[in-house]
Every structure is written in structure tokens, then in C-alpha cells.
Nanobody
Framework: QVQLVESGGGLVQPGGSLRLSCVVS????????MGWYRQAPGKQRDLVAA???????FYADSVKGRFTITRDDAKNTVYLQMNSLKPEDTGVYYC????????WGQGTQVTVSS
């Protein structure tokens, strides 16, 4: 049973930064491409960033240049550094394989507001 535990969210002012972490247990983490997803209030869950096992990356246009996804295979952890945050970045952030497929974790809430 794969378990995904996200953390690092919070309330931040526009222009601020947060670093999200996701620890994966119960699977061989290093072989999978991983992604961070965002679900804004009343909207579907969308992929915002992904990283392959060869550390190539993908970013949605809305976060390109502001967010950075990294991974530490020794710690079974994927990170999302979020800079220059905007109110439209508000939502619950989840990690999963870049194609989804594992049971979703509880996510971590990010609220960008003054």
C-alpha cells in the first residue's frame, strides 16, 4: 500500500514563498516520475509540475519560472519550491505519480492572501 504524505503548506502573502514536501512510502520511489497537483476551490485537480527519474522537468505555464520541483530518491521525497506566489496559486496541493494512479494523500493547503 503506497502512502503519500504532503506537508509544508500555509498562509502566505502575495509574493511570498513556500516549500512543499511529499514523502512516499510503500513503493520503489526512484523508478517513477512524480508530480505535484493543485486543486483550487471548486475546480478539478491539475498537474502543475512533474519530474522524471532522470530529473527532466515539466511545468504548467501558470507556474513556469516561479515553481521548482526536485526530488531526493534517498529520502523518497519530492519537493516543490514555490516563489512569487499569487492569489491564484491558492488550493490544496497533492503529489502522485505524474500519471496519477496511487491513492491520493490528504494534501497540503496553500492560501495566498493579503
Amino acid at each position: 500500500q503506497v502512502q503519500l504524505v504532503e506537508s509544508g503548506g500555509g498562509l502566505v502573502q502575495p509574493g511570498g514563498s513556500l516549500r512543499l514536501s511529499c514523502v512516499v512510502s510503500g513503493s520503489i520511489f526512484s523508478i517513477y516520475a512524480m508530480g505535484w497537483y493543485r486543486q483550487a476551490p471548486g475546480k478539478q485537480r491539475d498537474l502543475v509540475a512533474a519530474i522524471s527519474n532522470s530529473v527532466s522537468t515539466f511545468y504548467a505555464d501558470s507556474v513556469k519560472g516561479r515553481f521548482t520541483i526536485t526530488r531526493d530518491d534517498a529520502k523518497n521525497t519530492v519537493y516543490l519550491q514555490m516563489n512569487s506566489l499569487k492569489p491564484e496559486d491558492t488550493g490544496v496541493y497533492y503529489c502522485n505519480k505524474d500519471s496519477g494512479g496511487w491513492t491520493w494523500g490528504q494534501g497540503t493547503q496553500v492560501t495566498v492572501s493579503s
